[in-house]
Protein backbone atom coordinates (compact mmCIF):
# COMPACT_ATOMS: atom_id res chain seq x y z
CA UNK A 1 0.00 0.00 0.00
CA UNK A 2 1.00 3.52 -1.01
CA UNK A 3 1.49 6.25 1.18
CA UNK A 4 -1.07 9.35 0.61
CA UNK A 5 0.34 12.44 -0.58
CA UNK A 6 1.33 15.11 2.05
CA UNK A 7 2.33 18.81 1.18
CA UNK A 8 6.35 19.25 0.88
CA UNK A 9 7.60 20.20 4.58
CA UNK A 10 9.41 23.14 2.93
CA UNK A 11 7.41 26.23 4.01
CA UNK A 12 6.11 27.56 1.04
CA UNK A 13 6.08 24.69 -0.89
CA UNK A 14 2.80 23.50 -2.73
CA UNK A 15 4.12 20.23 -4.03
CA UNK A 16 3.16 16.92 -2.73
CA UNK A 17 5.13 14.16 -1.72
CA UNK A 18 5.06 10.65 0.01
CA UNK A 19 8.14 11.68 1.84
CA UNK A 20 9.13 14.97 3.88
CA UNK A 21 10.72 16.89 1.00
CA UNK A 22 9.69 16.91 -2.40
CA UNK A 23 12.31 16.19 -5.31
CA UNK A 24 13.42 19.79 -5.16
CA UNK A 25 14.25 20.12 -1.88
CA UNK A 26 15.28 16.91 -0.74
CA UNK A 27 18.56 16.93 -1.62
CA UNK A 28 19.19 20.69 0.17
CA UNK A 29 19.51 20.34 4.13
CA UNK A 30 19.41 23.56 6.46
CA UNK A 31 23.08 24.85 6.57
CA UNK A 32 23.21 23.98 10.18
CA UNK A 33 22.28 20.46 9.82
CA UNK A 34 24.39 19.65 6.62
CA UNK A 35 26.92 17.72 8.58
CA UNK A 36 24.23 16.03 11.07
CA UNK A 37 24.11 12.18 11.29
CA UNK A 38 20.18 11.60 11.61
CA UNK A 39 19.39 11.68 15.42
CA UNK A 40 18.46 7.83 15.70
CA UNK A 41 22.60 7.66 14.76
CA UNK A 42 23.31 9.99 17.37
CA UNK A 43 21.73 7.90 19.55
CA UNK A 44 17.75 8.86 20.48
CA UNK A 45 16.00 5.73 19.26
CA UNK A 46 13.57 3.28 21.32
CA UNK A 47 16.10 3.06 24.03
CA UNK A 48 16.48 6.59 24.29
CA UNK A 49 12.63 7.58 24.40
CA UNK A 50 12.35 4.84 26.86
CA UNK A 51 14.62 6.39 29.26
CA UNK A 52 13.82 9.98 28.58
CA UNK A 53 10.04 8.69 29.63
CA UNK A 54 11.31 7.19 32.50
CA UNK A 55 13.48 10.33 33.25
CA UNK A 56 10.78 13.07 33.39
CA UNK A 57 7.88 11.26 35.28
CA UNK A 58 10.85 11.54 37.89
CA UNK A 59 11.27 14.57 37.25
CA UNK A 60 7.92 16.14 35.72
CA UNK A 61 9.38 19.67 36.07
CA UNK A 62 11.37 22.04 33.98
CA UNK A 63 14.46 22.70 36.43
CA UNK A 64 15.52 26.52 34.48
CA UNK A 65 11.71 27.63 35.09
CA UNK A 66 12.10 26.22 38.97
CA UNK A 67 14.62 28.28 39.42
CA UNK A 68 12.16 31.59 38.19
CA UNK A 69 10.04 30.59 40.89
CA UNK A 70 7.53 28.92 37.84
CA UNK A 71 6.22 25.22 37.58
CA UNK A 72 6.14 24.48 34.37
CA UNK A 73 5.79 20.72 32.77
CA UNK A 74 9.16 19.29 31.75
CA UNK A 75 9.03 17.89 28.25
CA UNK A 76 12.86 17.52 27.30
CA UNK A 77 15.61 15.56 29.26
CA UNK A 78 18.64 17.76 28.07
CA UNK A 79 22.47 17.16 28.17
CA UNK A 80 23.70 19.58 30.68
CA UNK A 81 26.85 19.05 29.01
CA UNK A 82 26.95 18.44 25.30
CA UNK A 83 28.19 14.73 24.67
CA UNK A 84 28.98 15.25 21.38
CA UNK A 85 29.18 11.52 20.27
CA UNK A 86 30.36 10.17 23.81
CA UNK A 87 28.13 7.77 24.35
CA UNK A 88 29.34 7.06 28.23
CA UNK A 89 28.36 10.73 28.63
CA UNK A 90 24.79 10.45 26.63
CA UNK A 91 23.80 8.08 28.90
CA UNK A 92 25.01 9.40 32.09
CA UNK A 93 21.58 10.40 33.75
CA UNK A 94 23.61 12.47 36.34
CA UNK A 95 24.61 15.19 33.43
CA UNK A 96 20.52 15.25 32.50
CA UNK A 97 18.07 17.76 33.46
CA UNK A 98 14.53 18.05 32.75
CA UNK A 99 13.74 21.20 30.50
CA UNK A 100 10.29 22.59 28.92
CA UNK A 101 11.18 23.23 24.93
CA UNK A 102 11.53 27.20 25.15
CA UNK A 103 14.21 26.69 27.58
CA UNK A 104 16.12 23.77 26.47
CA UNK A 105 15.78 25.77 22.59
CA UNK A 106 17.53 28.98 24.33
CA UNK A 107 20.00 26.84 25.88
CA UNK A 108 20.60 24.90 22.71
CA UNK A 109 20.83 28.10 20.73
CA UNK A 110 23.92 29.32 23.28
CA UNK A 111 25.93 26.45 23.33
CA UNK A 112 25.66 26.03 19.34
CA UNK A 113 26.17 29.46 18.67
CA UNK A 114 22.60 30.51 17.54
CA UNK A 115 21.17 33.83 17.11
CA UNK A 116 24.43 35.41 16.43
CA UNK A 117 26.01 33.71 19.93
CA UNK A 118 29.31 32.63 20.57
CA UNK A 119 29.68 28.54 21.08
CA UNK A 120 29.43 28.39 25.06
CA UNK A 121 28.46 25.65 26.82
CA UNK A 122 25.99 27.72 29.26
CA UNK A 123 23.98 25.86 31.84
CA UNK A 124 20.47 27.12 32.36
Not at 19 to 38: I, L
Amino acid sequence: MKKALKPCNEPGCPSLTREGYCEQHRRTKPAYDQYRESAAKRGYNSKWRQARAGYLSKHPLCAACLMQGRRTPATVVDHIVPHKGDMKLFWDSSKWQPLCAPCHGRKTAKEDGGFGNRTSNVRV
